[in-house]
């Protein structure tokens, strides 16, 4: 059962969450959930409504049959912007305070570009979506591929995204987002994220695990997405397996799981052959159109990550394992593999009660991701107390 949020002492913000999660649709459900007298609930609730963020009583009579005191979140106070940073293409997005996407946009660029090459393109696609759309930019969520600062807000030591090591990356955005907050996460953990607005948002345990170009895998545990000491949590297309032996890897080591399972090497493997595939989703497309030996590829990948994630299974024991990323968009052939491993080598306990899902948001997860950790971020208890704090002192 939850517990009652603060009881007696409930800031705004905490009163705003509840409005937010849809816990609170009333200021009678606030007396009740927080313990708050009635005389609070209303100072707060207006001083919300003051700040643009809630929608109070009165304004909702046009929607008609809402009780006395109803609130609503006020979607369009705000916007954030979404960046999922990909290997050759990145999508961008406007969102509104409430999570649905106004607009998107993707750019694409070369393989391997640095930021100096990517983030202009970015804030350009931006800058026009942003031309639709009126409100505010509260904040901006990014997801880069490999292991990120997520305090300092830049890619660390991960030579798959060479150049982007500890390079800044807000000042790109300033023409577009001003002087509001980034907030950066592994696309993995973003993907992860996605899945809390989705099939998974009961678990509290949960792998989600991102085949696309590259392998990464988001680790839920205990309800908290885990990112490690040093943001390399889940770094799973690293591990050497000895399949891979002598086989040099684009992180400048050899005999990593993506030099044989990854969407880069299968395309590589593929062009060797000489078939005509630039990019992972061209793999995919061959697959789902019925070609033997792109099913082949991506079930073999499917197997061959199944084998080390029955090892986190068998650590973790999730509720569920979420397969996302291009390489899953083919879905009933990548889960075959995967599945085939996992059974083979995971506990009898670990998986009896064990699902496999696919990604809800599909390719779109990225973006719902990227949006959801800049709402929370901009929407946080703290963030909104400040903001009323702030609205204060330049009223007073
Ligand atoms: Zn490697």
Not at 5 to 15: F, K, P, S
Not at 346 to 359: D, G, I, K, N
Request: charged fraction near 20%; charge should be negative; include cysteine.
């Amino acid at each position: 059962m939850r517990q009652p949020v603060g009881r007696d002492t409930a800031t705004a913000g905490e009163l705003f969450a509840l409005v937010r999660a849809g816990r609170a649709a009333t200021r009678a459900d606030l007396v009740r959930l927080t313990g708050l007298s009635r005389t609070a609930v209303v100072a707060r609730v207006s001083a919300l409504g003051e700040a643009g963020l809630l929608r109070v009583g009165a304004d909702l009579a046009s929607t008609g049959g809402r009780p006395p005191g109803s609130l609503e979140l006020a979607t369009d106070a705000g916007t954030v912007l979404a960046i999922a940073i990909g290997r050759s293409r990145s999508q961008v997005a406007v969102f509104d305070l409430g999570g649905t996407e106004l607009a998107a946009s993707a750019v694409d660029h070369e393989v391997g570009a640095g930021p100096d090459l990517v983030m202009p393109g970015v804030a350009d696609q931006l800058a026009r979506l942003i031309g639709l759309v009126t409100p505010p930019v509260l904040g901006v969520g990014l997801s880069l591929p490999g292991a990120v600062d997520t305090a300092r807000g830049v890619s660390v030591d991960t030579p798959v995204m060479a150049g982007w090591d500890g390079v800044p990356l807000a000042p790109y955005l300033t023409a577009v987002a001003g002087e509001a907050p980034l907030f950066l996460a592994n696309d993995a953990d973003i993907l992860a994220r996605s899945e809390y607005l989705g099939h998974a948002a009961q678990a509290r345990d949960l792998l989600v695990l991102k085949a696309s170009t590259g392998l990464g895998l988001g680790v839920v545990a205990d309800g908290r997405i885990v990112t490690g000491a040093l943001g390399a949590a889940g770094d799973l297309g690293h591990t050497k397996v000895p399949e891979a032996a002598g086989r040099p890897c684009r992180c400048g080591d050899v005999g990593c799981l993506e030099t044989i399972a990854a969407g880069w090497a299968l395309v590589a493997r593929l062009r060797e052959e000489g078939r005509e595939v630039e990019h992972v989703r061209d793999l995919v497309a061959h697959a789902l159109a019925g070609d033997p030996e792109a099913k082949q590829l991506l079930r073999e990948s499917g197997r061959m990550v199944g084998e080390l994630l029955a090892v986190a299974i068998n650590l973790l024991n999730p509720r569920a394992v979420v397969l996302g990323g291009d390489m899953a968009a083919a879905y009933d052939v990548y889960a075959a593999g995967v599945r085939e491993a996992v059974y083979a080598r995971a506990s009898a306990l670990a998986t009896r009660e064990l699902q496999f899902l696919p990604a809800t948001y599909g390719d779109r997860a990225g973006l719902v991701g990227c949006a959801a950790l800049a709402l929370d971020e901009v929407l946080s208890p703290g963030a909104v107390d400040a903001r009323l704090r702030s609205l204060a002192r330049v009223g007073g």
